[in-house]
């Protein structure tokens, strides 16, 4: 038990045996710097239990503290703030358990406890991954992490996109504009070929209808008539149909384009446990449909289509089947949700990385699964999120106008490596170690600088304003962890012996941050938010880097307070890794 906790049981008894009443919680907060203590009472929200004066209050509830806590050694009361004073032995007790702990802050899953299903990424197999994909991705990777950390069994997945009237418009425009090329053939990675002719027909079909429209006709009825358009939607049914050559040439480009993904998803740090494709879940659902016909969940109209009336949960109707019997994304949606509880029976929640504009059709979606009466229903969340935009503008990918995830990630590299030059900081490195620390800047700037924000706020990414060594950037991270390795590489002389010292206010506040750890964790997976883990860090670096400016640490001449404090610095540099890797970032031995 943690002292917080144990503040809280005896603020509760004391609020009992004082003024017999109940209270159910404690609100805490920590000491303001210009005054004595390391941790504070709110008094004021404990005045709806009982009217009184909130000075007299904190004082009563002072001095039975003083009494009923060996930790406590002091109080004063500051209007309506209990301030308390906690003894050094208390701090180093606690930091030899934190020390000795060598999974410190995660949790280990229950045999018995459900898994959590988290799916991110989600691509369609037209084009390759954009700077939009970046944020899905490391959000999505980071959340699975952070999860699992706070001690839950975990399997990340991704649904390809794989199927439809987009992916069949790369593939005619290969099949009459490729000429036979390959990515071999090109030296392209496969998804961004395949990529171009998704842009190649875009091109091709605004030329089709222009020239139809300078005929006199509609640009409404241009767009249905322009024959590319005509030819991709019969090649969509020859492959729904299962012609031979449309789906030979559907599995050959798709390959291709597989094979850039993995290639992106490794230089991104990104995994997956399971995949799932939409050429396989496109059917699921339909039985489901008849089911929740039979219960009432859903209701017939005269033409056959089958909806869910969910206007007295404040939605509106939703189709769930067309009148030709064909499926929509909602009933494979459902399907797809209900298949992956059969594959994965230990499977209790999900987790849906999905941008912000999709915000409806999730709540619609959850709410019918409730309906149909799965009792997983109710540990479904969506990760909403916001756009990422640079300040060229809007991103589309069928004008070719995306960011691309590869290239984006190259800059990164660039960027990093120009900064670092100017700065000067790589002296005596060899060319190999030079090109590995600069992917290590570049990448950790990106992943921080998406991950440090709230998911649901809209994030203008600039490249270098991330590659920073100051501010709340993951650079300066990074420096601070290459720093302690430093110190930890210079100390000549045996650290790992326990001892204890009368603590320097910096030890102590910096000891007080990484108590927090082990509940930051908890937080940011009960929020879903790696930001929650990102400044949290940044906050561990600050408290440090005072600490760094303010008590000598190898040269300090009394020996106990020496091997404290590399221990403690050593401490902080394994919270920090930990952190980072919870976001899915590396960090440097040498900076």
């Not at 000075?55 to 301030?83: C, P, Q």
């Not at 606690?94 to 299903?117: E, R």
């Not at 490391?138 to 001690?151: D, H, P, Q, R, W």
């Not at 008590?551 to 540099?573: C, M, P, T, W, Y």
Request: glycine share 8%; aromatic share 12%.
């Amino acid at each position: 038990m943690n002292i917080q906790n144990t503040i809280e049981t005896k603020v509760k008894e004391g609020f009992l045996a004082l003024y017999n009443v109940e209270i159910p919680t404690v609100e805490f907060q920590a000491t303001r710097k210009e005054f004595e203590g390391d941790i504070t009472v709110v008094i004021f929200p404990l005045l709806r239990y009982k009217k009184g004066n909130p000075v007299a209050i904190g004082e009563d509830l002072g001095k039975y503290l003083l009494e009923n806590i060996t930790e406590i050694t002091n109080y004063n009361v500051v209007k309506g703030f209990l301030n308390l004073v906690v003894n050094d032995n208390f701090y180093t007790n606690l930091f030899q358990k934190i020390y000795t702990d060598t999974n410190y802050g995660f949790v280990s899953p229950k045999a018995d406890d459900k898994a959590v299903m988290v799916e991110y990424s989600s691509p369609n197999t037209n084009k390759p991954l954009h700077l939009g994909h970046i944020r899905n991705n490391l959000l999505g990777y980071s959340v699975a992490e952070i999860i699992k950390a706070a001690g839950k069994k975990v399997y990340k997945t991704q649904i390809i996109n794989d199927r439809g009237i987009h992916i069949c418009k790369s593939m005619l425009a290969w099949e009459k504009f490729g000429n036979g090329e390959t990515p071999s053939s090109t030296g392209l990675k496969g998804d961004k070929l395949v990529g171009n002719y998704y842009v190649k027909f875009d091109q091709e079909y605004k030329k089709e209808i222009s020239s139809l429209v300078a005929t006199g006709i509609s640009e409404e009825d241009a767009k249905k008539q322009a024959p590319i358009i005509l030819e991709a939607q019969e090649m969509l049914l020859k492959w729904e149909a299962g012609d031979k050559e449309v789906v030979a040439l559907w599995k050959k480009m798709n390959a291709w384009v597989y094979d850039g993904f993995d290639t992106t998803y490794k230089n991104m740090g990104v995994n997956f446990d399971t995949l799932y494709y939409e050429s396989d879940t496109y059917l699921l659902g339909k039985d489901v449909v008849a089911q929740g016909l039979e219960k009432g969940v859903f209701y017939k109209k005269e033409d056959g289509s089958v909806w869910c009336d969910l206007t007295e949960d404040g939605l509106d109707e939703k189709i769930v089947l067309r009148s030709d019997g064909t499926a929509v994304y909602m009933t494979q949606d459902i399907g797809t949700a209900i298949q992956r509880v059969k594959d994965y029976v230990d499977v209790g929640g999900m987790v849906y990385t999905v941008g912000n504009e999709q915000d409806y059709h999730f709540q619609v979606l959850f709410l019918i699964l409730k309906k149909l009466g799965f009792d997983w229903a109710k540990n479904l969340y969506h990760l909403s999120y916001g756009m990422v935009d640079l300040p060229s503008g809007k991103m589309k990918s069928r004008e070719g106008t995306v960011v691309d995830a590869d290239d984006l990630m190259v800059e990164m590299t660039a960027t990093a490596k120009q900064i670092s030059e100017e700065l000067g900081k790589l002296d005596g490195y060899s060319d190999e170690e030079k090109d590995e620390l600069y992917k290590t800047i570049g990448l950790g700037a990106l992943k921080y600088f998406i991950l440090k924000v709230d998911p649901k706020k809209r994030i203008l990414f600039d490249p270098k304003s991330s590659v920073d060594f100051q501010g709340n950037t993951g650079p300066f991270i990074q420096y601070t962890y290459a720093r302690i390795q430093s110190i930890i590489r210079k100390a000549d002389f045996n650290f790992s012996k326990t001892v204890s010292i009368a603590l320097h206010e910096k030890e102590k506040e910096l000891l007080k941050q990484l108590e927090l750890f082990p509940d930051t964790v908890q937080q940011a997976a009960a929020n879903y938010s790696p930001a929650v883990i990102a400044n949290y860090t940044y906050d561990l670096v600050k408290e440090f880097n005072s600490f760094y400016q303010n008590v000598h640490i190898l040269g300090e001449e009394n020996q106990d307070k020496k091997v404290f404090r590399v221990q403690l610095s050593k401490k902080v540099a394994d919270t920090i890794k930990a952190a980072f890797g919870l976001l899915g970032i590396d960090v440097p031995e040498r900076m």
